[in-house]
């Protein structure tokens, strides 16, 4: 799990980052939640996505926003962050340019993030969001959301209410050709303390499935 530095729109950023034996494995970056209120690359919802996609075969990257850990410059609510994103998922493509396919993830903010960058690539095909915080941002630019994913959330999520997260999965699920799976965990709360394995085990059982209907697509 080897540490990198990339150079970020606003200075260097600080990731991890795990290779896939496999030259055309397919990629994906994880995003971690809100900056001011404490989080970071190494937030336990983060890294066990990040371990579920390793375990798939991916190559995959976190890393911390801006201000966050050891990389540079200020929190720029939500608009830097999206292009430290950018950034980042630059850098991963450049290592592998070979991959099979590209995923984004998020946790909390980095949720919304990640789907604001799913907008601005089209070579996203994948995303995984967990406990994206509908309530407190605007998520009307998904119109329409251009790549099938899975949403992830506890039932007892006490900063994000989950009706909110159901209304926006209905708003997704009402569009043509996309395939949201909308998974809520019973009795996990917004960090999943004590569920953090169903929530590892929701992620690798949706990537298990997504990474061979692309295999029977790609063999067609």
Not at 58 to 75: D, E, I, P, T
Not at 114 to 136: D, H, K, T, W, Y
Not at 156 to 167: A, F, H
Request: contains cysteine.
């Amino acid at each position: 799990m080897p540490e990198i530095i990339i150079n970020g729109p606003d200075g260097r950023l600080e990731g991890r980052y795990q290779h896939s034996r496999d030259r055309n494995a397919p990629i994906a970056l994880i995003l971690h939640p809100h900056p001011q209120h404490g989080g970071t690359m190494n937030n336990k919802v983060v890294y066990t996505m990040y371990q579920s996609f390793a375990r798939q075969g991916f190559s995959v990257l976190r890393f911390n926003f801006r201000g966050v850990g050891r990389s540079q410059g200020a929190y720029d609510r939500g608009e830097g962050e999206l292009s430290d994103a950018a950034s980042s998922l630059d850098w991963l493509q450049s290592f592998n340019p070979n991959a099979g396919a590209c995923w984004i993830a998020g946790f909390s903010f980095g949720a919304w993030i990640g789907m604001q960058l799913l907008m601005r690539r089209p070579e996203i095909s994948g995303f995984v969001s967990v406990a994206p915080p509908a309530n407190m941002f605007d998520f009307s630019f998904l119109a329409p959301c251009p790549s099938s994913g899975l949403i992830v959330q506890g039932d007892k999520d006490e900063i994000v209410p989950p009706i909110s997260v159901t209304k926006l999965v209905d708003k997704l699920q009402s569009q043509r050709n996309l395939k949201i799976q909308h998974t809520m965990i019973p009795g996990a709360s917004h960090f999943f303390r004590d569920h953090l394995e169903e929530l590892g085990r929701e992620v690798h059982d949706y990537l298990t499935k997504s990474v061979i209907l692309d295999e029977a697509a790609v063999a067609r």
